[in-house]
Each structure stands twice: as C-alpha cells, then as structure tokens.
C-alpha cells in the first residue's frame, strides 16, 4: 500500500509506540547499552549517546544528522552568497536578515513574560515541597565561562568561515572552489536522505526515553507551566508568524501541512537541526531562492531561536513567582535585555538553554538559582515545542525574506504544496 512508502507515516507510528512503550514497560527502555554514555568532538560537532536502549536509538540518528550540519552550512551560505551576485545584495539581505532575527526573537521575549504575567503558572507551586536534587543547577551556574560557551559554539564559527569564503570566491572568482562546494553539496543532500529514513528510529528512541525516564506522572505538577508555553508557542505561531506568512501571500496551515513530515522528525526527536536539511530543500522547492536559503537558514538556526526565547523568558518569570519575588520594571527590562544576547547562538551548545537560564538568574541575582532544579523533570518535554517553534520560524524568516528580495515563486509553491505526497514519497524511492 502506498501509505507503507510514506515517511511521515512511519514517523508517527514510531512516535506512538515509544509513548506506549516508555509508559508501560520503563525498564525496557531504559536498559544499559554500554557502561557510560559516548561523548565525543567530531567535525566541530558534539556527539552525545546515552547508555540506554532508548538513547542509543534516538542519540545515534541524532548524532548522524549532526555530522551533515556544519557541512552544509559551510556549502550553503557560501554558494548562496555567490549565487547572489554581488557583494551589495549580500550585505542588504544579511543587514535584513539579522534586523528580522532581532525584532520578531525580542516580540517573542515580550510576548512570553507577557502571558506568564497573565496565567501566573508559578503562583501556586510549593518549592518546599518538591525533592528535588540542587546540585546540577549550582554546579552549571559556578563552572559558566562565556568565553568557553562561544569558543565551543563551532556553528558560529562555521557562519563566519562560511561567508568569508563565500565573499572571496565571489570577488576572487574562484570557479574551481565554487564547483567543488556544488559538487560536495549535491552528495551532502543525497547521502541525508538516505539517513533521513532512519528517522522513525530515532524519533522512536527519543519518545520512549523521554515518557520511561521521566513518565507521564512528572507532568502534573508543573502542568500549568507546561501548558502555558504551549499556548504560549501555539499563538506566536498561528498569530505572528502566521501574519508574516500572510503578508508575504503564503497561508500558514498548508505551509504546516507541506512540512509535517519535518515537524514530527522534531517532536520525535526534540531536536530542530535534526531536519533542517530537509528544511531548506522543502523551501528551495516550494519557490524559495537558493541564494536567500543557504544564507538565511543556516544563520536563523543559531540567532532566530523564537521558541527558545519564548522559554526563558517564561520560565524565569516562573521562577520568579514561585519564590514570591516581585520583579519592578527596570529588573523586567535588564531580564529582556540580558536574554536578548544570551539567547543568540544557543543552538550550537548541547543544554545551552540550562545554561542561559542559569546565567541570567545569576546575573540578575534576585531568583534564587536552586529553583531552576524544578525545570529538570519537564524541561525534556518543553524541549519539543521549542524546537518545532524555532523550527517553524526560521522556515517563516526564509519565505519573508525571500517575498521581500522579490525571489520567491509562487508558481513552485503551488505545485510543492499540491504535491506534498508524492515528495515525501521520493524519500523511499531512493532505496530502490
């Protein structure tokens, strides 16, 4: 049957029997593969696998979707520069690009303490009454070193490796370099898609990891927090970044639509870059230019964390009403604008947005940092909405700024959006 060729649909299947299988049989899931979990540094990228059966599955996916991230980065906004032409249009989309990030990441900080003042998620719960272990939280805010957090960030330092030497090869007219980075991509992306079928694996693996470790129970009594980010999320996407979508004439549930296959990669997994790629082919497809793709995705991966930006701000206006700490305007204000920087460049640091929090209650030094320990059990299961929030929005950001370079065809969009089936079905087909 065709619906058995069809990859969303493997996806979600694997979605619903890890839930079923880390709720009803924990042990299983959560039996020791190895001794001590894997870590390791390979071509810039952190590579983590857990200890776990459900680990092992979701960690190694993961780990493999990383090993084409910075690659691509680097061929992407290199070839998208020298796609553009010249070094002008370059510098005008990247100067837009970088005034979007900032504007529609600070609206959504505004947004976030904004309706945490309004459901007040903290006002009820009891911190004496949770036991919980501090030690995690004290020790990630006194060993925090900034310097540490950038050197370590090799996203970032991809990005800018990435277009210098796509500045030079387009004023140097490099033919020979340029060639060679078209040719790298071509097997980039089609060896991805050959991992990509892996993916109801690793969405599996993370699913059952997440419900066995920390069950279903961990949710109710942090629930009100956890409800909150979501409407939280729900509304910044259909209401702003669906009006984005809507000035730049594209609707926002058949955008959703063409992208579920993508969206359920990340709830699976809890992680955004593992189908970014994906992502940025959907786009090209659906009438984005080459050129405005490589160079404004790959950059909104590290500086448009809209779902990320959301979570801080709520989660220490959370903390904030738990220990019954009244915050005047200037400390809101010092919060807005601490988070404004911290929260560029988190998605290059496995745990970076624990390490932000922790960073900025520090800095603040009104919110005792112990309370961040709540966070600990939930913070998994927040972790999906942030991704497909930030997920989402760096898609958005490409298509308005696309519309807005007038390089976005509509004609493409159509056909991508009137033929979503038979894309994901090429998937499969690279088997045969």
């Known amino acids: 049957m065709k619906i058995f060729r069809n990859l969303t649909f493997w996806v979600l299947l694997a979605i619903v029997l890890g839930i079923f299988l880390g709720h009803f049989f924990p042990t299983l899931v959560l039996q020791k593969v190895f001794e001590k979990a894997i870590k390791l540094n390979f071509l810039g990228q952190e590579i983590k696998i857990g200890n776990t059966f459900a680990e092992f599955l979701s960690g190694s996916f993961i780990s493999i979707v990383k ?84 050197k370590e960030n090799s996203t970032i330092q991809i990005l800018i490796f990435s277009i210098l030497l796509g500045i030079l090869i387009l004023k140097l007219q490099w033919k020979k370099i340029e060639n060679g980075l078209l040719f790298i991509s071509k097997y980039l992306f089609k060896y991805l898609h050959k991992v990509m079928l892996l993916a109801p694996i690793g969405a599996f693996g993370g699913m059952a990891f997440t419900i066995g470790k920390y069950g279903l129970n961990s949710l109710f009594p942090l629930a009100k927090l956890m409800l909150s980010v979501y409407i939280t999320m729900f509304i910044f996407i259909i209401v702003v970044l669906g009006s984005l979508l809507k000035y ?21 997994t809890s992680s955004s870059e593992s189908a970014l790629p994906n992502l940025m082919e959907k786009l090209e497809k659906m009438g984005c230019s080459k050129s405005v793709v490589g160079l404004v995705v790959p950059t909104g991966y590290s500086f448009n964390l809209d779902g990320t930006t959301i979570y801080l701000s709520m989660a220490i206006i959370f903390l904030a009403q738990v220990f019954k700490v009244h915050l005047d305007f200037n400390q809101i204000i010092s919060i807005i604008g601490i988070l404004m920087i911290t929260s560029k460049g988190a998605a290059g640091v496995t745990g970076s947005g624990f390490i932000i929090l922790a960073s900025t209650l520090t ?70």
């Open 248 to 268: 730049s004439k594209v609707k926002i549930f058949p955008f959703l639509n063409y992208i579920r296959e993508e969206l359920l990669i990340v709830l699976g």
């Open 67 to 150: 090993l084409f991230i910075n690659p691509i980065i680097l061929v992407t906004i290199s070839i998208g520069i020298v796609n553009m032409g010249n070094l002008k249009k370059v510098g005008r989309l990247g100067a837009k690009a970088l005034l979007y990030f900032e504007i529609i990441t600070t609206f959504a900080l505004l947004i976030g303490i904004v309706v945490a003042y309004i459901i007040q998620p903290g006002a009820s719960v009891d911190f004496s009454t949770f036991n919980i272990d501090t030690n995690q939280v004290k020790q990630t805010s006194t060993n925090f070193d900034w310097w540490k957090f950038f």
């Open 363 to 432: 800095s603040i030094k009104v919110i005792p940092i112990e309370g961040l320990a709540l966070l600990l059990g939930v913070d998994r299961f927040m972790s999906e909405a942030r991704s497909i929030t930030n997920f989402i929005g760096n898609g958005v950001a490409t298509i308005f700024l696309a519309r807005n370079e007038n390089e976005f065809d509509d004609t493409k969009m159509e056909y991508a959006f009137n033929n979503i089936n038979q894309t994901e079905d090429i998937l499969i087909d690279n088997l045969d």
